[in-house]
């Protein structure tokens, strides 16, 4: 599994689990069992991230030596409800052999161990809980493309996602002008590794095997589309082409926004999946139903965080009291 593109995904993005996660919260935990025992043998409805998984699987069959995709299930089911599920991947024809079933408990601890670099999750509590520990997590939201072909697109904003948040925090601190000055001053320079780094750089050295294979077959249509999409403009988009030289990788599509509403180019772009470490750029999205991943990474976050902590303890801001 070194060798391979690793996601992580919980039984509850990948089918629609909610008429019995509700029979667990107000049944318990044996209600919920007898349920799906008693219905082991009806497939489960597809969830939120399932064309997303679908779709990447499809890659291990026009690569079938290679085999870069492998998808594990990291699931609080035991193994005695787990057997619905691998029933319900069966009948979709969804090849995913591996998995940690859990009993109830998080089973974010072997994500290290499984080699997971990217883990997809409907519990915000997991995902945040993976990147306090530094792995790289994101909150599935909503997901609905499931067009006709074998195109897959991910789109990825850049600051706090693929690269960290050194110029994010320089920004909230200083304001807007001493942040395009130090971008402008370090913009030979490459930013530090985001939460999402390493599936970043994964996917476009799977690019980098397309390429090869479209030289050898002219016909060959590529499978793969990545894009950018990032609140960044000039002079601060040096930032991120450094970054990606230093990285050896290309990106098919950068879509440089100034601050712009991030809507209408991401419901032209129609992604597959679409990473963001900003909920608010991704509320939109949810309402339209396009596939929102929220990383809840950086200052933003913890900002938030914050805001929480404290309007839960009456102390909120000065415009508030």
Known sequence: MEDKIVVGISTRALFDLEKENKIFEEQGIEAYREYQEANENVPLNKGVAF?????????????????PIEVVLLSRNSAMTGLRVFNSLEKYGLNISRGAFM???SAIKYIPAFNISLFLSMDEKDVAEGIKNGFPAGHFLSGAVDDEGNELRIAFDFDGVIADDSSEKIYQNEGITPYHKHEQIHGEESLGE????????????FQKLEREKLKEDPKYKKILRTAIVTARNAPAHKRIIS????W???????LLLGGADKTPFLKQLRPHVYFDDQDRNLQSLREMGLPAVHIPFGVLNKQESTKETEGANGEGSASEQ
């Open 103 to 105: 009993s109830g408990s």
């Open 194 to 205: 985001g939460p999402l780094s390493r599936f970043f750089r994964q996917i476009a050295a």
């Open 51 to 67: 064309p997303f998984i679908k779709r990447l699987l499809t890659i291990n069959k026009v690569f079938p030596e290679e085999q």
């Open 248 to 254: 050896n990788v290309e990106v098919d599509e950068m």
């Open 243 to 246: 970054t990606l030289k230093a």
